[in-house]
């Protein structure tokens, strides 16, 4: 996939409702007032438990002062287009410029039948919301009385007006490939939800749209993609979509804006922390994902150079030229003075690794605690190879396109590398799962039992943050290699770092552990 160019946006997705209200409009003028972008709120006129989402749109208009408005997504059903065309314009007019129209073809097709609305089939939902773009964009094009012939919604002569005070753009919630194909052939937006469409189904859904678009004779680009998340900010990463410290969020969105073009992101946030996720995604997430993308675009990239400073912004030491690491977090003063040096000869400074005595006979226990810290190892071991061969074959693919299309079932380069990200991705995940259990569960425990295990489990654990770091670097090569293919030897670098340090890592922890693992019944 692509990067469309598009300016990146963030903003807040709210539930109307009615109780506590109060809670509501705080945290709308809260977006506004620390830089978000956008508002989207739901709209569900069967529920009673809400607020009539136009009613409350207009009132947060007049109470903010610069973000955009919009309804997320609009139920057409309830909200014949012909009034919904005027009560959009009204908003736009009225706050400024600063409203858009998100609509659906509708759902909770019970509800709706019980408010005396239309009850439609999937199919008839689709011509309906056509028909309905059509209705809406003919009110707000200046001109004669509009004439609009449709099944489902038609214009007999009506005249168009008010117009919006901007170019309003038509934004679209879309899953199946006729509303996604709708959505390419006469959507300015779209807006998919990670709780509908998680990040590795949106490629398919991208295509569809953009083929769908270019077969209407439009650009693909032409398509904004604003993606509605869900997320749990926390210290450690739990290997999972946005659950992690920003610096995880950070990666990911801008991994989802350079390759699947997103550029807009939108948080739902709701309880009791939500001023404080609005507040960390608004100031830590947004400004790392645009310095990201921005260095990206300016064709930057990782690859070292003679000073230690690396193009793209990320220096020897693991940060950015916005004084960020490579994680995206801000780091300890020790860090920016080159804790971390991955380009050393011997970054794990094996040579001072303390270790205990150990019985001569020590070997694992079949069924303990050892035994299956080695399976465990076995596996990253099996998997670091499968990495190697990867990437090792998508370079060959640069010069043998049929290679990398056999090895990795794609059609293009391009979508090779993305490929790639995504395997290397999953391991960095799974790894930097197994070394948090060890870091919060095992290590303190095998601390308590023998306290001469002390400097072992300290060293295991600060080896934990330099493959970290080396994993936070190919994240990086990787985001960079999907924009410019010419960086692959980056990208192998930092692979053959990554197996040097990972192996001696998990045989100087097999060493050392295994024994004590299961002579002191720990159990993880």
Same mark, same amino acid.
């Given at each position: ?29 809260l977006a506004d007032r620390i ?6 709120? !739901? ?88 028909e309905a773009i059509t209705v809406?964009r003919s009110l707000w094009t200046?001109?004669? $009385? ?197 380009? %050393? ?44 061969? $990867? ?18 079932? %794609?059609?293009?380069?391009? !979508? ?9 991705? $999953? ?98």
């Open positions: 996939m692509t990067d469309y160019g598009h300016d990146l946006r963030f903003g807040a997705f709210l539930t109307p409702t009615a109780e506590g209200h109060d809670d509501l409009i705080r945290l709308a003028t830089g978000m972008d956008l508002i989207g709120i !739901q709209d569900h006129p069967y529920q009673p438990a809400f607020l009539d989402t136009w009613t409350l749109l207009s009132h947060l208009a007049a109470r903010t002062e610069r973000v955009t408005l919009f309804p997320h997504v609009a139920n057409l059903p309830l909200r014949p287009p012909a009034v919904l065309a005027r009560s959009a314009a009204t908003l736009d007019i009225l706050s400024g410029g600063r409203a858009e129209l998100g609509i659906g073809a509708g759902a909770f097709w019970d509800a709706i039948a019980a408010l005396g609305g239309p009850r439609r089939t999937p199919g008839e939902a689709v011509d309906a919301l056509a809406i200046p001109g004669p $009385a509009a004439d609009v012939p449709g099944t489902y919604y038609s214009l007999d002569g009506a005249r168009p007006g008010p117009s919006p005070a901007h170019p309003m753009g038509i934004w679209i919630g879309s899953y199946k490939k006729r509303m996604l194909e709708l959505t390419g052939r006469a959507g300015d937006g779209w807006l998919p939800s990670s709780m509908y469409a998680p990040p590795d189904e949106l490629a398919e859904m991208s295509r569809t749209i953009d083929d769908a678009a270019r077969a209407a004779g439009r650009d693909p680009a032409a398509v904004r993609r604003i993606y509605t998340v869900t997320g749990r900010f926390s210290r450690l990463a739990s290997g999972g979509f946005l659950t992690g410290p920003p610096g995880l969020w950070a990666r990911q969105l801008t991994e989802l804006a350079l390759t699947h073009g997103m550029s807009g992101f939108v948080l739902a946030v709701s309880g009791p922390d939500a001023e404080r996720e609005l507040r960390t995604f608004t100031e830590e997430v947004a400004p790392l994902v645009r310095d990201a993308v921005g260095a990206a675009r300016g064709g930057t990239s990782p690859v070292r150079t003679e000073g230690g400073a690396t193009a793209g912004g990320v220096a020897s030491d693991g940060t950015t030229e916005s004084g960020t690491t490579a994680d995206g977090n801000v780091p300890a003063a020790s860090e920016t003075s080159g804790h971390i040096d991955l380009w %050393s000869a011997d970054p794990l400074d094996e040579a001072t690794r303390p270790h205990t005595p150990k019985p001569p006979s020590a070997v694992a226990r079949p069924g303990g605690t050892g035994s299956r810290l080695i399976g465990i190892h076995a596996h990253l071991r099996q998997e670091m190879r499968q990495i190697i061969d $990867a990437v090792s074959q998508v370079a060959a693919g640069r010069q043998d396109a049929a290679t990398a299309r056999s090895m990795i079932n %794609s059609l293009t380069l391009r !979508q090779n590398y993305w490929t790639l990200g995504s395997f290397c991705t $999953a391991y960095s995940r799974t790894l930097t799962t197994h070394h948090t259990i060890e870091d919060q569960f095992m290590f303190p425990e095998l601390r308590e039992k023998q306290e001469s295990l002390g400097p072992v489990v300290e060293r295991l654990e600060h080896e934990h943050e330099v493959i970290a770091e080396a994993l936070a670097r190919l994240d990086a090569a990787l985001v960079t290699l999907v924009q410019d293919d010419s960086h692959m030897g980056e990208v192998q670098d930092l692979t053959q770092l990554l197996e040097r340090i990972l192996i001696s890592h998990l045989t100087y922890e097999e060493e050392e552990l295994v024994e004590p693992l299961d002579r002191l019944r720990i159990n993880v």
